[in-house]
């Protein structure tokens, strides 16, 4: 495919009242931009798909369409009201995300901080309880160096300690499980380093209480993320793109 030339299109999103949004490539971090409502990375196995998703060329580089409404990071990134570059993690960073499923987001994360052969040191570690689940993991990391699947409880520190090289620099949880805030706090005190940054897909669904709403048991989440010793960054609404699911971006705040 020849390379594509980008217009200045301008169009209104559905997302946020109709806002105009610029279609102009805007680069969110090395291998992440975003054009108007869609995002791409840098496809680190040029020539393949992960799942299908539209492929690109624009000059010498190949990018992946990274959509935003089967992936709840690209939706967080899409609907943030602050700089949605500080919620990506550097190239060559250690991270750890917890809830691999496939690995369609995953492998996207692994196109900014690893790249192409691995070429920035980066490692992603990708936990997944689903034996099935991580048939498609293992295939994905087998092209992907520096993408290291995990099969164990994602909620049980021992199961990952063996695989993670370092504190992570940046964690992702988006587990099917009730206490999900819970299980984040302990796993980023076991594993987030100090000025790290995690994201925390929370569906209402999988935070089960015997009372309240869906407002109230994303306020139950809020309270436990404020009273532990993360920093509360945004609470994105993903709706539009992911119905009732909330992102809470967090940082754990650096030592003196």
């Given amino acids: 495919m020849g390379s594509v030339r980008i217009s200045a299109i301008v169009f209104r999103s559905p997302q946020r009242g109709g806002e105009r949004v610029p279609r102009r490539p805007v680069k969110l971090g090395w291998g992440v931009r975003r054009e108007g409502r869609s995002?791409?990375?840098?496809?680190?196995?040029?020539?393949?798909?992960?799942?299908?998703?539209?492929?690109?060329?624009?000059?010498?580089?190949?990018?992946?369409?990274?959509?935003?409404t089967r992936s709840k990071v690209a939706a967080a990134l899409l609907l943030t009201g602050n700089d949605a570059s500080d919620m990506l993690p550097e190239p060559g960073s250690t991270c750890l995300y917890l809830g691999a499923s496939t690995g369609s987001t995953v492998s996207h994360i692994h196109d900014h901080v690893c790249g192409a052969?691995?070429?920035?040191g980066g490692q992603v570690v990708a936990v997944e309880i689903s034996p099935r689940m991580m048939r498609d993991l293992t295939a994905l990391a087998s092209k992907r160096p520096g993408l290291v699947p995990v099969l164990g409880d994602a909620r049980i520190p021992h199961a990952v300690a063996p695989y993670i090289r370092s504190q992570a620099d940046w964690m992702h949880q988006d587990l099917s499980i009730a206490d999900q805030a819970q299980t984040f706090v302990k796993m980023a005190g076991a594993f987030l380093k100090p000025g790290g940054t995690g994201l925390l897909s929370l569906k209402?669904?999988?935070?089960?209480?015997?009372?309240?709403?869906?407002?109230?048991?994303?306020?139950?989440?809020?309270?436990?993320?404020?009273?532990?010793?993360?920093?509360?960054?945004?609470?994105?609404d993903l709706a539009g793109l992911e119905d009732q699911h909330i992102v809470f971006h967090v940082l754990l705040p650096a030592t003196d």
């Fill in 204 to 236: 209402a669904a999988s935070e089960r209480s015997s009372d309240g709403d869906d407002d109230s048991r994303f306020e139950k989440a809020a309270r436990i993320l404020g009273e532990s010793e993360l920093e509360v960054v945004e609470r994105i």
């Fill in 117 to 120: 052969g691995n070429h920035h």
């Fill in 39 to 68: 995002l791409w990375t840098r496809n680190a196995v040029r020539g393949i798909s992960v799942r299908g998703e539209r492929r690109k060329r624009d000059s010498r580089i190949e990018w992946r369409a990274w959509d935003p």
